[in-house]
């Protein structure tokens, strides 16, 4: 089971983690609640409030656009995973505030929340990484296939591919969500009636099923992560290439100028030549603003992975760095430190489409009335 799955038995087994965990471990029982206090409860918290309603600003405006390309589709895919993403971790960590109205309803709704949200978070960072990677790969087609590209991809292709990623990597984990059984019962600490939840008999009977859970959530994100960074390998190099072969181009045409008006001036460049050095140059000024502004999201995409993917590693290759075991507050600590990247990065595509975007910024003016006077 992975650290979404885990936190569950955190839940149920609160009372006996301290006589459980050894007093070796690197962090101290004040140090988790602390971290958990500060990344979970505030941090994570405060940008899932902000990340519901950025998402929800991307997908209005490329509605509004509409859906005249591939990149407005995947993207409004990812914000839609995205809402979902920040939508429930704000609705899990309601925990916080809750407290400050009834214990036992804080208690009721963690349990709760943790069966739901807690899961909903994890499987939708996976489709938001893997859909990462399509778009990766989509720009990198665009540096590689400029000409061919925007007959492959056509908007009804780009929408077939994204619900399929959705589908699939989605479906992969699904059935998770049928392991455990949510019921009422008095709790005499409480003194009352407490929502609680435990393994059903389905999980009981199909425990190896949580085999194939750790190999699915470690192995979709590790591939995403390997797509991604060759991609961006490609699609900068190309970029650059793509810089060069217009600076040539300038200092050719400023050269034809002035052996127009000197003809003693020879040019020692041919064009010809360069153009048939490289044939894919044929990239438009647009297309190559859209590629950096999505190359920006893609290494944000990759940056946010490495947390993820290295915790899990971890997790593998070191025994007791998992959640009840030797380094419980570690694991603890870095679990909120890996949702504190996943959350930022399912909020902040609002500010890059925005500021790195002409269209997509007088788009969000024209709807919001903050049109300029300029």
């Given at each position: 089971?992975?650290?979404?799955?885990?936190?569950?038995?955190?839940?149920?087994?609160?009372?006996?983690?301290?006589?459980?965990?050894?007093?070796?471990?690197?962090?101290?029982?004040?140090?988790?609640?602390?971290?958990?206090?500060?990344?979970?409860?505030?941090?994570?918290?405060?940008?899932?409030?902000?990340?519901?309603?950025?998402?929800?600003?991307?997908?209005?405006?490329?509605?509004?656009?509409?859906?005249?390309?591939?990149?407005?589709?995947?993207?409004?895919?990812?914000?839609?995973?995205d809402l979902v993403k920040c939508v429930?971790?704000?609705?899990?960590?309601?925990?916080?505030?809750?407290?400050?109205?009834?214990?036992?309803?804080?208690?009721?709704?963690?349990?709760?929340?943790?069966?739901?949200?807690?899961?909903?978070?994890?499987?939708?960072?996976?489709?938001?990484?893997?859909?990462?990677?399509?778009?990766?790969?989509?720009?990198?087609?665009?540096?590689?296939?400029?000409?061919?590209?925007?007959?492959?991809?056509?908007?009804?292709?780009?929408?077939?591919?994204?619900?399929?990623?959705?589908?699939?990597?989605?479906?992969?984990?699904?059935?998770?969500?049928?392991?455990?059984?949510?019921?009422?019962?008095?709790?005499?600490?409480?003194?009352?009636?407490?929502?609680?939840?435990?393994?059903?008999?389905?999980?009981?009977?199909?425990?190896?099923?949580?085999?194939?859970?750790?190999?699915?959530?470690?192995?979709?994100?590790m591939v995403s992560l390997v797509v991604i960074i060759i991609s961006t390998v490609i699609i900068s190099y190309k970029l650059k290439k793509a810089a060069e072969f217009r600076y040539r181009t300038k200092t050719i045409t400023r050269s034809s100028m002035k052996t127009k008006t000197n003809p003693n001036l020879q040019v020692k460049d041919n064009p010809q030549s360069m153009e048939k050095t490289d044939k894919t140059q044929g990239i438009s000024k647009r297309d190559q603003q859209v590629i950096k502004m999505l190359l920006v999201v893609i290494v944000i995409y990759m940056v946010n992975l490495f947390p993820r993917v290295a915790n899990y590693l971890g997790k593998f290759i070191v025994f007791d760095y998992y959640y009840l075991r030797r380094y419980h507050n570690l694991f603890s600590i870095m679990g909120y430190t890996v949702f504190v990247f996943d959350y930022v990065n399912g909020a902040v595509n609002v500010i890059i489409f925005y500021f790195m975007s002409s269209s997509f910024r007088e788009t969000t003016r024209s709807l919001f009335g903050c049109r300029s006077n300029t």
């Open positions: 089971m992975n650290s979404s799955d885990l936190l569950c038995h955190v839940a149920l087994c609160k009372a006996v983690v301290t006589s459980l965990v050894m007093a070796s471990d690197v962090a101290s029982d004040d140090q988790r609640r602390l971290s958990q206090i500060i990344l979970d409860l505030v941090i994570n918290f405060s940008v899932c409030f902000f990340g519901i309603f950025s998402n929800i600003i991307v997908i209005v405006v490329f509605t509004k656009q509409g859906f005249k390309d591939s990149t407005a589709i995947s993207m409004t895919a990812v914000s839609l995973w429930a971790g704000f609705m899990q960590r309601l925990e916080g505030p809750l407290e400050l109205v009834s214990l036992v309803l804080a208690y009721s709704w963690t349990n709760v929340s943790l069966v739901v949200c807690n899961y909903l978070v994890s499987f939708s960072c996976y489709v938001t990484s893997v859909l990462a990677a399509y778009v990766a790969v989509e720009r990198c087609l665009c540096v590689i296939i400029p000409l061919k590209v925007k007959w492959l991809l056509t908007p009804k292709v780009a929408l077939f591919i994204c619900v399929t990623i959705s589908v699939v990597v989605f479906g992969c984990f699904v059935i998770i969500f049928g392991i455990y059984d949510v019921f009422l019962t008095f709790d005499p600490h409480f003194n009352a009636t407490v929502a609680i939840f435990k393994y059903n008999s389905f999980s009981n009977d199909n425990v190896a099923l949580f085999g194939y859970y750790n190999m699915s959530g470690t192995l979709w994100p």
